[in-house]
């Protein structure tokens, strides 16, 4: 089975899916390419840096550029595969052979033509920054498939692990799911909760979860391989959708004795 990520380049977030998969996985399936975009997409640094500076705080954000530059350091040193750990996404595809590139939107042209040429049978979104379009979606011949940190058709759009918690759930969601046009919708493939632990900050939270994404996916292109998909619609008539919290939003997480980290 031959596959494709599309993703972000996030080294304290999204990172810990691809180490996990990679390291358990990349035997059993062959990825063709990962693909990772710019953080939150054609989303202006100057306005990302002022949202999530609100939401973590000063202190918080001085926390994650702290783990961000000592990721960024410790990635420039080669490692080979089955090492006990890795810190960046090009790091981890270098020493288990895998392609890796960063692009700007995947939606080009000239993206579409590379994914032709590389003929995966299946693409894999994973916290991909970008909507998708026609052209991406059915290039590769099993479609391609998104994976969403929240129980679908609620919880879709920005932070769903956030908004999660600010809406006082014991668990977090997963779903894996077709990818059509829209935003989180398509066909659900598998779903499944994870308990949200006492007092656990959303950094931990979002950390602990991403491992156990990667072997949901697993399980998932498992079944498209083996000719066994389960699909169920969408019931679209009790979904939300959110965006990145307002400073209020923000407030109020912190009113309910929630951290950010």
């Known amino acids: 089975m031959r596959i494709e990520f599309l993703t972000q380049d996030d080294p304290l977030y999204v990172f810990p899916f691809f180490e996990e998969f990679v390291c358990r996985y990349a035997g059993e399936f062959e ?4 693909s990772s975009s710019p953080p939150m997409g054609n989303r202006r640094r100057s306005q990302m840096l002022k949202e999530l ?10 926390r994650l550029v702290a783990r961000l530059i000592k990721s960024r350091f410790l990635g420039i040193i080669p490692k080979q595969s089955g090492a006990k750990s890795y810190a960046t996404l090009a790091q981890l595809c270098n020493a288990y052979g895998i392609p890796y590139a960063k ?50 058709p609620r919880y ?43 007092g656990e900050s ?35 008539s009790n979904g939300s959708y959110f965006t990145f919290p307002t400073s209020g939003e923000i407030r109020e997480f912190r009113k309910r004795g929630l951290r950010a980290i």
């Open 156 to 198: 879709k759009g920005m932070m769903p692990t956030f908004w999660q918690m600010y809406h006082g759930e014991r668990a977090v969601g997963v779903t894996i799911h077709q990818m059509v046009t829209k935003v989180d919708e398509g066909q659900i493939l598998f779903q499944d909760l994870q308990a949200i632990l006492p």
């Open 53 to 62: 500076t609100q939401l973590y705080g000063a202190v918080g954000m001085g």
């Open 103 to 152: 692009i700007g939107n995947p939606n080009a042209s000239e993206f579409v033509e590379g994914i032709r040429r590389r003929s995966p049978d299946l693409l894999v979104s994973v916290a991909c920054p970008f909507i998708l379009k026609e052209p991406v979606l059915s290039v590769a011949p099993k479609g391609a498939i998104n994976i969403h940190h929240a129980p679908l």
């Open 31 to 34: 990825i063709t390419h990962i």
């Open 202 to 236: 959303l950094d931990q939270l979002i950390r602990r979860t991403k491992p156990h994404g990667a072997h949901c996916i697993a399980k998932v292109i498992r079944k498209i391989r083996d000719h066994v998909p389960v699909s169920i619609p969408m019931d679209k």
